[in-house]
């Protein structure tokens, strides 16, 4: 089974509550918030699970990049900008596979050494 502590932010607390449903029946410890404001601050995770409708502003993602992990976007469009600072991006809707699949890339990559960086 994987491991690890996953971060989930998405302000929709319907596909909130799916995205821990999956990723606890993937064998991740996971913690969800609504915002990126609203995060355990006193906590690191292994690798964050982040709406990009929760992101108020792109220079709060590259302040909370250390405590957060790698940062897997979930994105209904392109946004180049906010792209360059997260390990990889899962467009909505097709979160089941893919979604694990880019969190396993993230952790392997921390495990071995890398920042979650692409």
Known sequence: MPGGRL???APDGDLR??????????????????????YPKSETFDCTVLDHQAIPRPDLVIELKPKLGPIILLAGGSSPWLESLVFRVVRKPL?????????????????????GTK
Do not use: K, M, N, Q
């Open 17 to 38: 509550s799916s995205l821990v449903f999956l990723l606890e029946a993937a064998g991740y410890v996971v913690t969800s918030r609504p915002d990126i404001s609203s």
């Open 95 to 115: 979160l089941g596979e893919p979604l694990i699949a880019a969190v396993e890339a993230a952790l392997r990559s921390v495990r071995s050494g890398g920042r």
């Open 7 to 9: 971060l989930i932010i």
